[in-house]
């Protein structure tokens, strides 16, 4: 077979690159090692009735333009917004919005000092020029840190920049906010990164921001009906832009002569001769095991396997009878449903967790974000039923000492265990579970050592850096080799940038050629 484009997955990268590509005119094929589409972005019914988005669960990053270019809205998309963050403590206290002058809301507006208040203002305004600095990147190659420099001089933005890039983030907490309940209110703030990461890494925020050019917001909650109607909708543009996508074929590996593509070889024995691959896969995986060693730039190899993919994170998904009953919650009883409850957030709780993830040892007490989907979708759970969504993070990629496959078992049971000191009805409102480890997303979703985002979210791995500086343009150092999954720049949740920006500099190349 000889087509114009070939694309290794398709999760939601792959998909929105392989429509703007099809709609260009060109001959697209997408191959997919699994037997259904969507990557992380997939639904799994677990138990008769009982639909999960079994990694990705969120839509928040999904920028509106794209939504419209691809005509989501007119195929079906609906998402269901997800409503206020509760940092729920052991001891029944919590932090919230704070607007909520509750008892039990240990930093709402009415409790705070005039200094209190003027601090976290500043907190936020500081976070969101450093967002809006970088927002008008995200859908175009990424910005250098001294192409910001040059942006930012003589506006507000010059002096955020100044203390982003000279920082910690607990260092900038430390700066703005005058006291240890507005630090550990702001502990939620990229935890899931490292411990204490640069405050660089706030750059990421910027997936967050509306439009700037129209001012439209992303959509921000649960996809009606599971993260998966997402994958098909994006493969139903794709579909019919004239692309066509290969389910249950894997691709065993990248064909190379003479520093330049030449086509792929399938696991099933087929050659799919062509001068151009998007690989939509992690870098570790399109250049550590797609890819002949001889095939690879002196040097390329090593600097690959440096790409920080150590922090992974668990995935708890279960089947309840009733809703978590937290404890401590002392506002609308339906609210932490419709929103996120968000455990272990303080700085002492994320210390420790990183440091049991560098000793390679099962988190002992690790931070969580508790999500009822089906409280805001009646089509996900039964009647008078519910579906819970966990992320847990953040986990070491792999073991000290044995596997994931040794502790699976013992993890869940703790988590179970944690979570149902918080809602004391937890252990006892569930039906099922199914509980899975970074090996387990590895094996099931393609992620090397677990990592999400298929790149860590540390500030070496951002922007004009992400995931290397030689690989940060969507390209390869390999002729007609692209790359455009989730360790590229505007990556790292459901957005559909990199697969966006990776198919214009693909038809960008070819225009000039």
């Not at 910001?148 to 000279?166: F, I, K, N, Y």
Request: glycine share 8%; proline share 6%; aromatic share 6%.
């Amino acid at each position: 077979m000889k087509i114009d484009v070939a694309i290794i997955g398709a999760g939601h990268n792959g998909l929105v690159a392989a429509t703007y590509l099809a709609r260009a005119g060109l001959n697209v094929h997408v191959f997919e090692r699994e037997d259904k589409i969507g990557g992380a972005t997939r639904n799994e019914e677990l138990w008769p009735g009982y639909i999960f988005s079994t990694c990705a669960h969120l839509l928040h990053v999904f920028p509106a333009r794209l939504v419209r270019e691809l005509g989501l809205r007119e195929r079906g998309l609906q998402v269901v917004h997800r409503d206020e963050v509760i940092l729920l403590k052991r001891d029944g206290t919590y932090h919230s919005n704070l607007d909520f002058n509750l008892p039990n809301n240990l930093t709402a507006a009415a409790k705070l000092s005039a200094e209190e208040r003027a601090g976290w203002d500043r907190y936020v305004a500081f976070k969101q020029i450093i967002a809006r600095l970088v927002r008008p990147h995200l859908m175009s190659l990424p910005p250098t840190l001294e192409e910001l420099t040059a942006r930012a001089a003589g506006t507000p933005a010059e002096e955020a920049l100044r203390l982003a890039t000279s920082m910690s983030l607990w260092e900038v907490h430390d700066h703005f906010l005058p006291t240890d309940r507005l630090r550990e209110r702001a502990a939620l703030d990229l935890s899931a990164v490292s411990c204490n990461p640069s405050a660089m890494a706030l750059t990421y925020t910027a997936l967050g921001q509306p439009d700037p050019e129209t001012g439209e917001a992303n959509p921000w909650g649960f996809v009606k009906g599971g993260m998966g109607r997402l994958a098909a909708m994006i493969a139903d543009a794709a579909i019919e832009a004239g692309a066509t996508i290969h389910t249950d074929t894997p691709v065993q590996e990248i064909l190379v002569e003479q520093n330049r593509i030449t086509g792929l070889q399938l696991a099933n024995g087929q050659t799919i001769q062509t001068p151009c691959v998007l690989s939509c896969a992690d870098p570790k995986t399109t250049f550590l095991k797609l890819l002949s060693p001889a095939a690879m730039p002196p040097g390329l190899r090593e600097r690959v396997e440096s790409i920080n993919t150590s922090v992974g994170c668990f995935k708890l998904v279960a089947a309840v009878s009733e809703l978590p009953q937290w404890k401590g919650w002392d506002g609308d009883p339906d609210l932490p449903h419709r929103g996120s409850v968000q455990l272990e957030m303080n700085r002492d709780a994320i210390r420790t967790n990183y440091a049991e993830l560098k000793a390679g040892i099962p988190p002992s007490r690790p931070m969580m974000s508790v999500n009822v989907p089906s409280m805001l979708d009646d089509t996900i759970a039964p009647p008078g039923k519910h579906t819970v969504s966990i992320y847990v993070y953040s986990a070491a990629a792999k073991l000290a000492k044995g596997t994931w496959d040794d502790h699976r078992v013992s993890s869940a049971e703790s988590l179970i265990d944690q979570i149902t000191e918080y809602a004391p009805n937890f252990r006892r409102s569930i039906i099922n579970y199914e509980f899975r480890t970074p090996l387990d997303l590895e094996r099931k979703v393609a992620l090397t050592d677990g990592s999400i985002w298929h790149a860590h979210h540390d500030a070496h791995h951002l922007l004009a850096n992400r995931p290397l500086p030689e690989l940060s343009h969507y390209r390869a150092p390999i002729s007609g080799l692209y790359l455009g999954g989730a360790g590229q720049h505007g990556g790292g949740e459901v957005s559909g940038i990199p697969g966006h920006n990776s198919a214009h500099e693909i038809l960008k190349d070819l225009q000039n050629s």
